[in-house]
């Protein structure tokens, strides 16, 4: 998730969601409650109405199409829906298949050879092999990474580790 959930913001304190730890500081230390005002401002241009603040989102010009956005965070603020701030995760990375369990990382050159709890071993140029952590409760058992498949063709991937320590202790320098 990139950045908070949005369950719950009308009338929420700018940079307060329970669990997100990567506000800005000027998220941090902004005096704004998020209402109709607040959040056509922000939506129509983050950076004006928050000066420093690390969105990259650019904004929304039409107004009509921040009011009807406004009119729906409102709506999904309400009581009857529900107020769960909680990652749901794209796939719980503890249960995997051997096909997806990474038991071992060789780099060689430019090449990464990915051996899976399957037996398959399958090179990534470097480039093309990312690393990421999940220290979620989604996130992988730690020491057994998982991949991912990133492209249609396979040749590139994501391995998540639980932790940022485990990946240089598991990648080994062999040719």
Known sequence: MTGPSLAGVYDREV?????FLRYSSA???ADVVWNAKSLDAWLRNPRDFLPNNL???EGISDPQARQDLIA???VANSESSPKTAQRTPLMDLKNTTPNQRVTAILHCADTYLVTLGSGNTYPFWEFNLRFKTDSSKYGPYKGKPVILRASMRGDRAFVIFS????ISLFIKEQC
């Not at 940079?15 to 669990?19: C, D, I, M, Q, Y």
């Not at 932790?163 to 485990?166: A, K």
């Open 27 to 29: 998220l941090k230390n």
């Open 163 to 166: 932790t940022p320590m485990e």
């Open 15 to 19: 940079g307060t969601a329970p669990g």
């Open 72 to 74: 729906y965070l409102k």
């Open 55 to 57: 969105m990259f989102f």
